[in-house]
Nanobody, 117 residues
């Protein structure tokens, strides 16, 4: 059974930092592209950052230079370091594990991030 469990969300003031973690089980973690997505209140889910099995990363323009995605294959965990947080970063953040061509696609339940001004 595949499980993705996010943690690390919370309430922070603008300019602050949080680190999200996503622990995966039931998958061969190292071969998956891991991603963080977010869904602001009343809006659609959007890509935040992804990291593929080789360590290559891609970020949404809105978070470039502020957020860093990383992975620890030994711990089956992907991280999202979020610095210089802004109120518009407020959202439910979801972890995703995917294989190319949509062969497999899994989601966590999410963790809430709220940034106060």
């Amino acid at each position: 059974q595949v499980q993705l469990v996010e943690s690390g969300g919370g309430l922070v003031q603008a300019g602050g930092s949080l680190r999200l973690s996503c622990a995966a089980s039931g998958v061969i973690f190292s071969i998956f592209t891991m991603g963080w997505y977010r869904q602001p209140p009343g809006k659609q889910r959007e890509l935040v950052a992804v990291i593929d099995s080789g360590g290559s990363t891609n970020y949404a323009n809105s978070v470039k230079g502020r957020f860093t995605i990383s992975r620890d294959n030994a711990k089956n965990t992907v991280y999202l370091q979020m610095n210089s947080l802004k109120p518009e970063d407020t959202a439910e953040y979801y972890c995703n594990a995917a294989l190319p061509m949509g062969a497999r696609n899994y989601w966590g339940r999410g963790t809430q991030v709220a940034v106060s001004s």
